[in-house]
């Protein structure tokens, strides 16, 4: 059975061109790039491309990249980075729809003695910036929002919050582990002071991330041991997975014309098909304002994982917007932040595109969807779905 892989905001397949040139550091090129012979050396100028290719694909110099090992970690760093550097500084300003790697670092901080204002979202997963630059204090240290939100595709204003915080000289953190490769982002022009990224989400593979750290933001490191990365990440550098990085920052600048046009062509293929067939659906988010592959779509009345299930009997890999361990579903905390309602947001789908995508695998789901909502509906269980709540974010992948 052929696999229709449309859950790429999870993971994504690493690209050919990055695998092709990750083996040779699996081969003869094992040497560690710290030596002082030449044979580490060889390597480290591998490092060193990477750093040239990842800073170029961001608008950034290549001293503003510290490698990590994905993209929770990229996050964890930037915000404990800001919060050492600043002691006297006790509040940070997120929002109640982060990814978990920013979210649940806030509610331990919280527990350790930090204040935490978590902004809301309205109906279609926008920020209200008068809300934004009213939660500002003299004592907030670091403000951490998502430049694109991984259920909905959502995409925050960054320009108009790095204003916001430069002005008041307020450090901003930007998680945009689902941005980078998907939509232009140009760090020369934009006013961050640290950027998260992560290789997966862009066809590098697993246990590899960035964070950019703007020249001249505060920096302390999170991972603490030997000199690698000039002393602001140790561990002895995973070299193959850097250079796949690297290369795939290559590919996905000079994809991104692609991305914007083909994959957006087939995401609105899929929506539009998918709106048409299943009556009772609904787009969740701002549609103007959305990452290029990404689309959540409600069905009234029935469960996302009994779809999931039922797509993945056809080779269909999509996510859903409720995940439960134990009895009733309950829906994300990014759809409950945006007021989606109950028989809506059961049933929410995410389907994620990449430039690997083509039409047969879009035409495939919009021809078989519908009857499976259909089916379900018969069968729904709704109405009856009282009953405990559970964990949210249970088994969830991104
Ligand atoms: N931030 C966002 C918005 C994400 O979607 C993810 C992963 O799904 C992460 C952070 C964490 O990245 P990683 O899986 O590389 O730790």
């Known amino acids: 059975m052929r696999t229709v892989y449309l859950d790429n905001n999870a993971t994504s397949r690493t690209a050919p061109e990055v695998l092709q040139e990750m083996l040779p550091f699996f081969g003869k090129l094992y040497g ?42 990229s996050d964890n760093t930037a915000i404990r980075a800001a919060i050492e550097a600043l002691p006297a500084k006790r509040h940070i300003v997120t929002t109640r729809v982060e990814h978990p790697a920013v979210l649940n670092l806030a509610k331990h901080l919280e527990k350790k003695g930090f204040d935490v204002t978590y902004l809301g979202v309205d109906e279609s997963g926008r920020l209200d910036l008068d809300e934004l630059a009213a939660s500002l204090r003299k004592d907030t240290a670091i403000v951490s929002v998502m430049y ?22 307020i450090l901003l ?47 302390r490191p999170f991972m603490i041991g030997g000199h690698q990365e000039k002393g602001r ?29 083909k994959v957006a062509a087939l995401r609105d293929r899929l929506e ?28 009234k009345y029935v469960e996302g994982e009994a779809i999931l299930l039922l797509l993945d009997a056809l080779g269909v890999c999509a ?10 579903l309950e829906p994300s905390h990014v759809l409950r932040a945006m007021g989606v ?23 495939l789901v919009v021809e078989k969807l519908p009857g499976i909502i259909a089916r379900l509906r018969q069968i729904s269980p709704f109405g009856r ?8 974010d249970a088994g969830k992948t991104d």
């Open 32 to 73: 560690n790039p710290s030596s002082m012979h030449t044979f580490g050396g060889q390597v480290g100028k591998f490092v060193t491309l990477a750093r040239a290719r990842a800073a170029a694909a961001l608008g950034a110099s290549p001293e503003e990249i510290v490698f990590t090992s994905c993209g929770t970690e």
């Open 148 to 169: 694109a939100n991984n259920e909905t595709g959502v995409v925050f204003p960054i320009p108009e919050i790095a204003q916001l915080t430069r002005e008041r000289g």
């Open 173 to 219: 953190h930007v998680d945009a582990v689902q941005a980078v490769g998907k939509i232009p982002i140009d760090l020369a022009r934009l006013p961050v002071d640290y950027l998260a990224l992560s290789g997966h989400k862009l066809h590098a593979p697993k246990g590899v991330g960035a964070l950019y750290v703007r020249k001249g933001a505060p920096f």
């Open 233 to 261: 990440r140790a561990g002895t550098e995973n070299t193959a997975a850097i250079v796949a990085l690297g290369k795939a920052c290559e590919l996905a600048a000079a994809n991104i014309a692609e991305e914007t046009t």
């Open 272 to 299: 539009r098909g998918l709106l048409a067939a299943a009556p009772e659906s609904r787009v969740n988010g701002d549609t103007d304002h959305r990452l290029p592959n990404t689309t959540n779509i409600s069905f």
């Open 319 to 328: 996510s859903s917007g409720s995940a439960c361990t134990s009895g009733s």
């Open 341 to 363: 309602p109950f028989t809506y947001a059961h049933g929410s789908i995410r389907f994620s595109l990449s430039r690997y995508n083509t039409v047969e695998d879009v035409d």
């Open 385 to 392: 779905a009282e009953g405990a709540a559970c964990d949210a």
